[in-house]
């Protein structure tokens, strides 16, 4: 075997060993409590920040006692803190979908954890692990390609529209958790505008989008910490417009929350859409 082709074989290893390989995290309780302490909560939220960009298959979230306790409360306990978990995945836009296992197992033996300090195993052992496992990557095929002009956003706001009708920003794409928009983003949002300014008889609702967040609340922008994204989308939009010459008269901005999800990728519940409330004649 030549080096070209160990160098190929070591490759192809390499990248099997990534996909099978489950990202874990661990968050600590304090005694008898299942609210998670504000320092896990910060570990907890950057590490869900991780997730933006990874394709999940599942999570799986576990809860554990320290072994003081009965074997019913252990249990009830431990499974609390398994929902807090779930609660604050769910409230950062992590589709439940996603969520496959959120158990309670009770205590931990003393003798498992690799310490000798009785006080630090028990810290060690009030916890909830968590495991996140990416989905494979999926063969790429060779078809032909066919060339198809899609028609675009600009190009259904410079056509046939009239009252009522709802345009969705396709390829408007929002980082999780943050009002602005990804900057690839930046460029189809900008010849949206230029066919807004140009389209000078139209006045529309800019709505915002969220996905995932539990009991139809509102996600948390964590730029302000406030609970109000889809509205801090919207507005985003609308600032944005504004700027590049549409007239606010024409305009207003309202966040939907999460109560029209697309039904598909979560990624695509992050989005802002105009709803057209008068058209005009041609000016």
Same mark, same amino acid.
């Given at each position: 075997m030549n080096k070209l082709q160990i160098l190929i074989v070591s490759l192809i +290893?390499?990248?099997?060993?990534?996909?099978?390989?489950?990202l874990t995290h661990e968050v600590y309780f304090d005694t008898d409590k299942y609210v998670v302490p504000s320092t896990e909560t910060s570990r907890l939220l950057l590490f869900i920040s991780s997730l933006s960009d990874l394709d999940i298959e599942s999570i799986s979230i576990y809860g554990f006692c320290d072994d003081r306790g009965a074997d019913t409360y252990n249990l009830k306990l431990s499974q609390q803190r398994a929902d807090a978990i779930k609660t604050l995945f769910s409230e950062n836009e992590i589709s439940e979908d996603?969520?496959?296992?959120?158990?309670g197992k009770g205590e931990?033996?003393?003798k498992i954890v690799?310490?000798?300090n009785i006080i630090k +195993?028990?810290?060690l052992n009030r916890k909830v692990e968590i495991i996140v496992k990416p989905k494979p990557p999926k063969p790429k095929e060779v078809v032909k390609e066919v060339v198809v002009k899609k028609e675009t956003t600009s190009d259904k706001i410079k056509g046939d529209i009239k009252v009522g009708d709802k345009i969705i920003f396709e390829?408007?794409?929002?980082?999780?958790g943050y009002a602005r928009v990804n900057p690839e983003s930046k460029k189809t949002l900008e010849s949206i505008a230029k066919a807004l300014v140009e389209r000078n008889n139209v006045y529309f609702?800019?709505?915002g989008h969220v996905c995932c967040t539990k009991y139809t609340r509102d996600a948390v922008d964590r730029k302000t910490k406030k609970r109000n994204l889809s509205e801090a989308r919207a507005k985003y939009v609308y600032e944005y417009f504004a700027k590049k010459g549409v007239d606010k008269r024409r305009m207003r901005y309202m966040g939907m929350r999460r109560k029209f999800p697309l039904g598909g990728d979560p990624k695509f519940d992050r989005r802002v859409e105009i709803l057209i409330t008068y058209v005009g004649k041609n000016q």
């Open positions: +290893i390499s990248f099997k060993v990534s996909y099978s390989q489950k996603l969520i496959t296992n959120v158990d931990i033996l003393l690799d310490e000798t +195993i028990r810290g390829n408007i794409l929002f980082k999780t609702t800019i709505q």
